[in-house]
């Protein structure tokens, strides 16, 4: 029988780049969920997380994953949370590490789980046209289309801007954390005035679980998309 991700069924969900900041956002988002029963993490490092529901894959090459397809069967949601910064890198190297490596992971899932929600986060700006002037605006919108066109159940693109790591959660690159650390006192402030510009770990991670159960009008969210949710 197949399992319906609506309703009071459980979840079974697949999160990459969990140990980033946003992933981890969405990875204690996801324990917290009484709805998700099953929780599978697949990154190059380990997070460091405990809970009965999670297991980790510590996986190496992100284009192939004919090693570990058995383990990545009967899922019914993906939270694709992988992103690198484009400062200071080529094009060829920027659309390697964010085009090449999504469309390798969600061309495999889709052949694995046809009845599966992919959710990808991009960011704020990306351009969808793929003809602007930014380069990594460009390469985001590619790899958005792109993920569109597979025959997944549903696939949504989030937008986020400014986000404020809560509960703990830090970012891995020093100076953005030192950001963080610095303007703290601002954020919540900046939040409730800005819903079009600023969310939270957590509102981003509970915006994703509600899409993936519930669907969206729209495939494509920005930030006013995700904090209403």
């Not at 029988?1 to 140990?19: C, E, N, Y």
């Not at 490092?45 to 058995?70: C, M, Q, W």
């Not at 919108?141 to 830090?170: C, S, V, W």
Request: aromatic share 8%.
């Amino acid at each position: 029988m197949s399992r319906d991700i609506v309703g009071d069924v459980p979840m079974r969900v697949i999160i990459f780049g969990a140990t980033g900041m946003v992933g981890q956002g969405v990875l204690r988002e996801c324990l917290v969920d009484p709805g998700i029963d099953r929780l599978l993490v697949v990154g190059r490092s380990p997070t460091g997380v405990r809970n009965a529901k999670l297991t980790e894959i510590i996986h190496g090459d992100f284009t192939d994953y004919s090693a570990i397809e058995a383990q990545l069967t009967g899922f019914d949601a993906c939270f694709f949370c992988l992103g690198v910064s484009s400062i200071g890198m080529d094009e060829a190297r920027y659309r390697h590490l964010t085009y090449d490596i999504t469309l390798a992971a969600a061309t495999t899932l889709v052949r694995l789980n046809p009845q599966m929600t992919f959710t990808y986060v991009t960011g704020a700006g990306t351009d969808s046209t793929e003809q602007g002037a930014r380069m990594w605006a460009r390469v985001k919108g590619k790899t958005e289309n792109d993920l569109l066109k597979l025959p997944f159940k549903g696939a949504y693109m989030f937008r986020p801007g400014a986000i404020q790591p809560l509960h703990g959660i830090r970012s891995k690159t020093a100076w953005v954390q030192a950001v963080y650390t610095a303007t703290w006192p601002l954020w919540s402030v900046l939040r409730r005035i800005s819903p079009a510009l600023v969310t939270s770990t957590e509102q981003l991670g509970r915006a994703m679980i509600h899409v993936a159960r519930e669907g969206y009008p729209r495939k494509v969210l920005e930030m006013e998309d995700i904090n209403s949710l």
